[in-house]
């Protein structure tokens, strides 16, 4: 069984631009959801994506963008970068909708590292 | 809407004792509880979670959390530290009507002495 997936593991750019993370989600997996975490503290929820339509959105501007994949994988997309968006943006996958268990699991990715200058 | 405290940033215990890290929710909704470690420069990986089957929930590397709903606690224990025990651990909160989304505790970093 193939873990969560993340690419690249660590990215700089500088204030302005654009950048694209992405997320393969666990085998059997239809749910991803992207978290951020800033430096000392516990992760934010951005985003949840269920069967490619958006399922659940966190208080982050719309700058922050997404896409979920028929494969049930992932892109973050971040425009017009700011020095606070440097975090740690993790994807979790896990088993959402109907089949969902109870208290649905959702296991994290290693992360992609954005430092913003 | 629903929320998570952990009390001490930092946590110190000698290797052999007790851990004791705190974790209080808050939750308009019958709650699902997690408690998720991360390892320097890793991601996070599930330890243990409740889901309104027993209280008294075990996971791995000899963690335990007991769910009080009179308290809204969900702490989380282990008999006797290890040095590998040493990282940070976050306290979780979701439910179904929030898409299972996560909420975050701020963490509480376990330092393990020797």
């Known amino acids: 069984e193939t873990g969560v997936t993340q690419s690249p593991t660590h990215l700089i750019k500088t204030r302005g631009q654009q950048v694209t993370l992405r997320c393969s989600s666990q085998?059997?997996?239809?749910?991803v959801s992207w978290y951020q975490q800033a430096l000392g503290q516990g992760p934010q929820f951005i985003f949840q994506y269920y069967r490619e339509e958006e399922n659940g959105r966190g208080n982050f501007p719309p700058r922050f963008s997404g896409l979920q994949f028929p494969n049930y994988s992932s892109e973050l997309d971040v425009n017009a970068l700011e020095l606070d968006d440097s975090a740690l943006y993790l994807c979790a996958s896990s088993l959402g909708g109907g089949a969902a268990p109870k208290g649905a699991t959702q296991y994290f990715g290693p992360g992609t590292r954005l430092l913003v200058l | 809407a629903q929320s998570v405290t952990q009390l001490g940033s930092h946590v110190s215990v000698s290797e052999g004792a007790l851990v004791l890290l705190r974790c209080n929710y808050s939750s308009s909704v019958p709650p699902y509880l997690f408690w998720y470690v991360q390892y320097p420069n890793q991601g996070l990986q599930l330890l243990l979670k409740y889901t309104s089957a027993a209280t008294l929930v075990k996971g791995i590397n000899g963690f335990e959390a007991e769910f009080k709903k009179s308290e809204t606690s969900f702490h989380l224990t282990k008999p006797s530290a290890h040095m590998r025990d040493a990282a940070e651990y976050f306290c979780?909160?979701?439910?179904?009507?929030?898409?299972?989304?996560?909420?975050f505790g701020s963490g509480t970093r376990l330092l393990v002495r020797p």
């Open positions: 085998s059997g997996h239809n749910t």
């Open positions: 979780a909160v979701s439910s179904t009507y929030s898409s299972y989304k996560l909420i």
